[in-house]
């Protein structure tokens, strides 16, 4: 189910994206992403404050 995030949300999406990058960086195509860099943790709790991010769970 497609849903808005919440704060709730965030220690199990900041464990998705640290996973994410981990993954990421062991393909062709890595993101350049750096684990609390981008995105950090205030990033990520701001755009679910601003309504901005949806999860899949």
């Known amino acids: ?3 808005v995030a ?3 949300d965030l220690p199990a ?4 994206y ?3 990058i981990v993954a990421m960086a062991q393909t062709a195509f890595p993101s350049g992403w750096q684990k ?3 995105p950090d943790e ?3 709790r701001t ?3 601003h ?3 949806f999860v899949n769970w």
């Open 13 to 16: 999406l900041m464990t998705f």
């Open 51 to 53: 309504g901005e991010l």
């Open 18 to 20: 640290n996973d994410l």
């Open 42 to 44: 205030n990033y990520v």
């Open 1 to 3: 189910m497609i849903k």
């Open 36 to 38: 609390g860099v981008y």
């Open 6 to 8: 919440q704060l709730n």
């Open 47 to 49: 755009a679910i404050v």
